[in-house]
């Protein structure tokens, strides 16, 4: 969101998972993973059906808003994933099999006030990445 620090997202992140546990919701994982490179926690545990990680982002106005996913794939082939937005099902993001951590773009209409953005698996979802951050613009 416009007017914060880039760092309270990073704070946020790590709020709303130890608020939400890990039962069916991702699990955290620290710095010190073998997998990849990342500092501060990420979000692993979205390979199961159902399973899904939730956000409450607030903007001021109704519009479009641009979403930023930072995610990598850690499965062979293409790792997808579906997005909601309050409830509603936008689309299915799909991370490329790859050595890194890649950023994924997203239009989204949010209304003014308090939004809830959900990554979940669904049936139709396949593969496995780990979740990093997301960014509201």
């Known amino acids: 969101m416009k007017g914060y620090p880039q760092y309270l997202w990073f704070v946020v992140l790590a709020l709303l998972l130890v608020c939400t546990g890990c039962s069916n919701e991702g699990e955290t994982e620290d710095d010190n993973n073998q997998h990849v490179k990342v500092e501060g926690f990420y979000v692993k545990g979205l390979e199961n059906v159902n399973a899904r990680v939730e956000f409450d982002v607030e903007v001021d106005a109704a519009g479009i808003y641009t979403l930023h996913v930072m995610g990598y794939n850690y499965s062979k082939g ?24 890649s950023e994924k773009v997203v239009q989204v209409s949010l209304a003014a006030g308090i939004n809830q953005i959900a990554f979940q698996r669904d049936a139709g979802d396949n593969g496995q990445f780990y979740l990093d951050y997301i960014e509201i613009d």
């Open 78 to 101: 293409t790792a997808t994933c579906s997005l909601y937005v309050n409830g509603q099902k936008q689309s299915q993001l799909g991370f490329q099999e790859q050595s890194n951590w």
